[in-house]
């Protein structure tokens, strides 16, 4: 199964609050975790990415959780911000012998009320 | 340096045409991924090309194909179009085939009447 199920669809979080994100996975084969934002009207921007031999990965406002066992992964925002009002994807691949493509969620509409 | 660059930016056809969709990749890139996003979804595979060669395919009908030119830019081309083909088109580019970093240009909107 190659389905990746990402929840909550939608999210409102007061400024500075903690937004987050969930997503679980089947297949044992992915080896690599990205976190995407969308703007409306626009592409795809990586924000961060994680692989399983790490549990955790951080940068700036934004931090991956990753539970192997569990199959399931988080993005945080600390910090909400305005500006962070965006869709939010995971995605995960199965790397070079799977062409590197990469299976996304359903998304996550973020807006972050000031 | 210029991301990746899609072209139209927006297009409308009716049922039955024929489309094809253009993509420039990150200079030095040499992988195209194509993707597929329905509104309120999100992307699907189409295809992956490295050295002028496709890599990877999803779950797509014969109506779409794609090519890769020397100088690594991508066509998308889809046939018979139908309505359902209504989408955001990504194009996504990385370095090469084994480099999961994949980077997306704007899309290009397509409009099946």
């Known amino acids: 199964q190659q389905q990746v199920k990402q929840s909550p669809q939608s999210l409102i979080v007061q400024k500075g609050g903690i937004s987050i994100i969930n997503c679980a996975y089947e297949?044992?084969?992915?080896?690599?975790f990205p976190w995407y934002q969308q703007f409306p009207g626009k592409g795809p921007a990586l924000l961060i990415a994680i692989r399983p031999d790490v549990s955790e990965k951080k940068e700036g406002r934004f931090t991956i959780s990753f539970n192997k066992s569990a199959k399931q992964f988080s993005l945080h925002i600390m910090d909400s911000q305005p500006g962070d009002s965006a869709t939010y994807f995971c995605a995960a691949s199965m790397g070079a012998n799977a062409g590197n493509m990469l299976t996304f969620g359903g998304g996550t509409r973020l807006m972050v009320k000031p | 340096d210029a991301g990746v660059t899609q072209s139209p930016t927006h297009l409308i056809k009716t049922r039955g045409q024929h489309v094809t969709l253009r993509c420039s990749p990150i200079s030095g890139h040499k992988s195209v991924s194509w993707y597929q996003q329905v509104l309120g979804q999100g992307p699907q595979f189409i295809f992956q090309y490295y050295e002028k060669e496709e890599r990877g395919r999803g779950n797509f009908p014969d109506r779409f194909s794609a090519r890769q030119f020397p100088n690594y830019s991508s066509e998308l081309n889809v046939n018979a179009l139908l309505l359902g083909d209504s989408a955001l088109y990504l194009c996504?580019?990385?370095?090469?085939?084994?480099?999961?970093?994949?980077?997306f240009g704007p899309g290009t909107r397509l409009t099946v009447l």
């Open positions: 297949n044992t084969a992915f080896d690599y």
């Open positions: 996504a580019s990385s370095l090469a085939r084994a480099t999961d970093t994949q980077y």
